[in-house]
């Protein structure tokens, strides 16, 4: 009997080491986790929004309301995967560039900082805006591959699919698909890149300024700032939309 109880609270004794390892390695890993930066920040408190231009958020995502936004005639959304590790709020500048393009504009918050744990979070966000039937869905790194995969199993419902910084995946149509990324990216593998679909290269960016929060490790130095490779991702993407949407 004493040998059964020593043996009960050997095993209790390791699986709570294990459940306490797993508890520190998380709270490790969510306070690692690369942070927006002040432009962002500023962006969030809204002291960057231009007049009659809203910013919400929720325990799931952001949302960029434009200017004079009629939920009965402005039927066209985006939704952005955050790369991995990277805080959502970094992808603020970025985002309300489209908004003032007059885009509702989304950024989901996934489950510790990975898309690829909430890859249907698009699905969520459809769901509560039911007015809007033409959407298009961005990824940002391997975010870039949680937004193919979930595009992929929603063709009909999606009109576009906007990779920044990530190469295809799965096997969404090309037509229907637009990458974009920098000269001076080191993280993203561009021989995976299979050259079917629309690619630009922003001269001098890299693969860190699609959002805001420092340069990623690895990374190469852009010469050019977040504003101006931004500027161009965003003129990139309404030219993208407004082609898509005369189809």
Known sequence: MAK????????????????????????????MHYKADSTALAVLNGSELNS????????????????GYDSQTDKTGIILYPGANIDSTSYLPLMSKL?????????????????VLDFNAAQTIMDAYP????????????????????????????????????F???????DDTIVIYGSEDRILSKNR????????????????????YGTQLFDGQSSITSEEQQEQTA?????????????
């Open 131 to 166: 007015e809007i039937d033409r959407w298009f869905i961005a990824g940002h790194s391997l975010g870039g591959s949680s937004a193919a995969l979930f595009s992929e199993n929603h063709i009909e419902e999606t009109a576009g699919l906007i990779h920044l910084g990530s």
């Open 168 to 174: 295809e995946y799965k096997s969404y149509p090309a």
């Open 193 to 212: 890149l299979n050259g079917k679909s629309e690619e630009y290269i922003i001269s001098g960016g890299n693969h860190s300024q699609f959002g805001n």
């Open 52 to 67: 009659d231009e809203k910013l919400e958020s929720t325990d799931k995502w952001y949302v960029l309301t434009p200017a």
């Open 235 to 247: 003129g990139l993407i309404d030219s993208f939309i407004k082609k898509q949407k005369e189809k």
């Open 4 to 31: 059964k109880k020593t043996k009960k609270r050997i095993i209790l004794t390791f699986f709570t080491a294990l459940i306490l390892l797993l508890i520190l390695n998380i709270i490790y890993f969510v306070g």
């Open 99 to 115: 908004q003032d393009f007059g885009y509702i504009c989304f950024i989901s918050k996934p489950f510790l900082h990975l898309a």
